[in-house]
């Protein structure tokens, strides 16, 4: 059943290394930009993307101009929430191999798992896990690019795919049981709860999706496929022996993002996330001309400014999200870093 569409990304198409994001993502956006009056040269040409890319699935386009052509894309459009409208149409087969490696597992909680396992090789310098709540799975999602400041159409994207990963096998009627993006409540805010069928919060830490376990644990996926899946499973492997995963220095600031809530991570705890001995992660961090203390705290500025920008965050809720027992000991940090006060740097920038 999934033939025809396989055949629209052979694993033979042309393919540059992925430092950004697979075009499989982008599937479509240049007749749903018509659809929606924009002009096809004037978005790609700001944001920088040639459109015959699109046509190769497993070719990479930046992070920055894809999230640019989406910004772009709503300016054009009139279309504010066009991330939004274009992820509520985007069905997972669009995706390519990230998304055959969902349709093709065995049960929706196996897709999602599979799903967050194999997004790092389609999109990199992000944040992407299923956090198991008890009653839930929060599926969540966070760009962390420091050249990319404006991605709420992204964001809005992202969670509709993930929505309609779900809505496969269980119906255009099923709802989260909640959704939360980082970024500020829009103007027509009311259409993302049509969209979700849900509560839809902003300004929040992370952009995610909240999945009752009681509604996806044992339900089958209809074309579970286990021969297809290890040939989905083995042509992404290949996409990360051809250096277009991730490597280990992102691998490594994954690890720390990850961390950060639980604690003040440590180089043991991380090579320990990775897999590796200690003295390996540290060699190679070396060779990349960095120590483990200087890649935290580059992580940390980086992640103080993204959450700085969120006004609903009070500033003594940042210093546990990065690790921080106390709110003085970030205050200092962030002194040292910038040379203001958290609140300062805040008053700043406030638009």
Known sequence: MFQSSLAQAPLNAPRANNRGVLSAAATGMDAFIVNHGGDLDRVFGHAGIDPEQLQHPTLSLALPNYCQVLEEAAQQTGCDNFGLRYGEQFQPQALGLLGYVGLCSATLEDA????????????????????????????????????????????????????????????????????????????????????????????????????????????????????LLTLVKDAIRQLGETNTGPDL??????????????????????????????????????????????????????????HLGQQSLNISELAPLLGYSETSAFSRAFRRWFGVSPRKWRSEHEH
């Open 112 to 227: 999602l798992i599979n799903f967050a396992q194999a997004f790092p090789y389609h999109q990199h310098s992000t944040l992407i896990r299923l956090v198991d709540q008890g009653e839930c799975y929060s599926f969540d999602y966070q760009i962390h690019h420091s050249a990319i400041r404006q991605r709420r159409q992204d964001a809005e994207l992202t969670m509709g795919m993930a929505m309609n990963l779900v809505r496969h096998v269980l119906g255009p009627k099923w709802a989260p049981r909640e959704v939360a993006f980082e970024h500020a409540r829009p103007q027509d805010w009311h259409e993302h709860r049509e969209v979700f069928d849900a509560p839809v919060y902003f300004e929040r830490a992370c952009n995610s999706i909240l999945i009752p376990k009681r509604e996806i644990v044992g339900k089958a996926m209809p074309g579970h496929d286990p021969v």
């Open 249 to 306: 220095l992102e691998q490594a600031c994954q690890a720390i993002i990850t961390l950060l809530p639980h604690g003040d991570p440590s180089l043991d705890s991380v090579a320990d996330q990775l897999q590796l001995p200690h003295w390996l992660l540290q060699r190679k961090l070396r060779e990349q001309g960095l120590s483990f203390t200087q890649l935290l705290d580059q992580i940390r500025q980086d992640l103080a400014l993204q």
